[in-house]
Nanobody, 116 residues
């Protein structure tokens, strides 16, 4: 079965940077990052196996999603972090089903806290 393992979260001051990683075992086609705060889950960014990327307006220009298909690993580089970026960030991947759907796979989540 597919397993996703996240790392890279932590505490950072406003304006700082973090890089999240998501290492996958098994074959994943589409991968993305969600974040959840105050019971609201938002799709932050996603990337196809061909490298096409999409970003939420709230992070566009500040976050960069990438993947290394050879390593089966996805990254989220987060720059110019704001307090409103504080959330639990979840990696998600899907082999053939829709990203975030019931047949997709979730990482364990990693806490990102942006505070002075």
């Amino acid at each position: 079965q597919v397993q996703l393992v996240e790392s890279g979260g932590g505490l950072v001051q406003p304006g700082g940077s973090l890089r999240l990683s998501c290492a996958a075992s098994g074959t994943i086609n589409v991968m993305g990052w969600y974040r959840q705060a105050a019971e609201k889950r938002e799709l932050v960014a996603w990337i196809t196996s061909g490298g096409r990327t999409t970003y939420a307006d709230s992070v566009k220009g500040r976050f960069t999603i990438s993947r290394d298909n050879a390593k089966n690993t996805m990254y989220l580089q987060m720059n110019s972090l704001k307090p409103e970026d504080t959330a639990v960030y979840y990696c998600n991947g899907a082999a053939s089903d829709a990203l975030g759907g019931r047949n997709s796979y979730w990482g364990q989540g990693t806490q990102v806290t942006v505070s002075s």
